[in-house]
């Protein structure tokens, strides 16, 4: 996947083999394309071959993406619109690997100029007077990405460029290209240019980049200056400001030849799909953990007490399954320091449904809520963490005969478990139980799991038969949950 250049970035070293001059240029056949053509290239090279044409974007391949490559393909400009969290960045990123891997360039050019089509006056003198002896660069494609988070103070200067007094104070005329300090739009000539939060951005500024989009030349202090540029301009932005707020102006939204809409993963799968590629999880977190977290991220985006709005990020359940994961390496680390007894290997970090529980305050500043909701952030989404376990309890395990954990606290018979409640002595308090064998594999934790992956299992049931009323449970001051028969 294409990826933003960091500042100060070495550039890639270009093979040995490529030309080095003009002449050995014309001589390999190589021919001049725009960016939109080379994109539409090896965008159908990719679709002929199979190749996957967006690597790293999940839940978009029947919605999204086929209206991309129709814009792609017609060599539009677009923009994307889409509440947070909905992957626009990180799509728009990954249209950078439909370039070419290698492109010439005339070498000092800062407008990355390609040999056989020079735009400024300098560049064309000088292949004039070099001819095919003129040597020449090559550019990589993660070179040719640029990237604006546009915010209320870009300027003119930051996305067109501005008049370079030194260069005027040297004698050179106003009207000459190379007194102007060219800025990243210009800089990014032959690739593509994104902009984001493109509604941030002032009116004054949308108006440099309508010049931009409608006559592809820059024009810097009432100075014109006929440079067609080459790029292809994507922008992002919430529809929320996008249509209602009217903050781009009328004139630039015409230009853009592509409007798409973006989305939250459409059905739990593809949520689940998503936090399995993006969650860098420091300890094993089980499969119906990350259900409880997917449908967690749901249920949050479909509650009444939050501002649809604003939306609720992809990296909301991202972050939880993350925070879950910290929460199990947090309980092997703490009980690695107690004495443990003798033939008890130390514990290792496997999440439970428990550990969810810190998610509700550690990312409520994730989730905007409505205003009369103030002061009861916590208790929504312990509400929603709820409903979510006891959904996946069901869909997990639906039609499994539970008796045999409902009876482990008849007679007034408690199990407790928490946080720092280690498996060996959850499963010491459980003991052999009828049906805990099918439980675990309707889990996905396999013939043989480990004795954290079986008390992860067993938490999930205690919990389960809670939500479904059929045990209750207190929590002790020290931390501990108690769950024992319905009193």
Do not use: C
Not at 369 to 378: K, M, P, T
Not at 394 to 413: K, W
Not at 445 to 457: F, I, K, M, Q, R
């Amino acid at each position: 996947m294409g990826r933003v250049t960091a500042p100060n970035q070495v550039p890639p070293v270009p093979p040995a083999d490529l030309p080095g001059t003009l002449g050995e240029l014309r001589t390999s056949g190589h021919h001049y394309r725009t960016v939109k053509a080379e994109i539409r290239d090896n965008l159908l090279a990719r679709m002929r071959s199979g190749e996957d044409r967006f690597p790293g974007i999940v839940g978009y391949e029947d919605t999204v993406l086929p209206e991309v490559e129709r814009a792609l393909l017609a060599g539009h400009d677009m923009v994307l619109l889409g509440e947070r969290g909905q992957g626009k960045t990180r799509l728009i990123r990954s249209l950078g690997a439909l370039l070419d891997e290698w492109t010439p360039v005339i070498g000092g050019s800062v407008l990355n100029e390609h040999p056989l089509h020079p735009l400024t006056p300098a560049s064309r003198a000088l292949v004039a007077e070099a001819g095919d002896d003129l040597p020449i660069g090559w550019l990589h494609r993660s070179m040719r990405y640029g990237e604006k988070l546009a915010t209320p103070d870009t300027s003119v200067g930051d996305l067109i460029g501005d008049v370079d007094p030194i260069r005027i104070a040297q004698g050179r005329s106003l009207g000459d290209p190379e007194t102007i300090h060219f800025g990243l739009v210009p800089r990014t000539n032959r690739g593509i240019f994104a902009v984001n939060e493109l509604p941030d951005l002032a009116e004054r500024i949308q108006v440099a980049l309508l010049n931009v989009l409608e006559e592809r030349d820059i024009q810097v202090r009432g100075y014109q200056l006929r440079l067609p540029l080459d790029l292809l301009l994507v922008a992002s932005a919430n529809p929320e400001d996008y249509t209602n707020r009217g903050r781009i102006i009328t004139p630039l939204k015409d230009r853009f030849g592509a409007e798409i809409r973006t989305h939250y993963p459409v059905d739990l799968e593809l949520e689940l799909a998503l936090i399995r590629q993006e969650a860098d999880l420091v300890a094993e977190v089980p499969e119906h953990v990350l259900e409880v977290l997917a449908r967690f991220a749901r249920a949050v985006r479909e509650s009444p007490s939050v501002d649809p709005r604003s939306g609720v990020s992809a990296r909301f359940p991202i972050a939880a399954a993350e925070t879950v994961a910290a929460a199990a390496l947090r309980r092997a680390g703490l009980l690695a320091a107690a004495p443990a007894p003798e033939g008890v290997r130390p514990e290792a970090p496997v999440a439970r449904v428990g550990d969810a529980v810190s998610v509700t305050s550690t990312l409520r500043g994730k989730v905007e809520f409505e205003s009369g909701e103030e002061g009861r952030e916590i208790e929504v989404l312990a509400h929603l963490l709820r409903t979510a376990t006891a959904e996946t309890f069901r869909a997990r395990l639906a039609g499994l005969d539970l008796s045999g954990f409902t009876g482990l606290v008849a007679e007034g018979a408690v199990i407790e478990t928490g946080e720092l409640v280690s498996s060996a002595e959850l499963l010491r308090q459980v003991g052999p139980v009828d049906g805990l064998a099918k439980v675990l594999d309707r889990l996905g934790l396999g013939d043989a799991p480990t004795p954290e992956e079986a008390a992860a299992g067993v938490e999930f049931v205690l919990e389960g038969l809670h939500l479904t009323r059929r045990l209750g449970k207190d929590v002790t001051e020290s931390g501990r949950t108690v769950y024992g028969g319905r009193g």
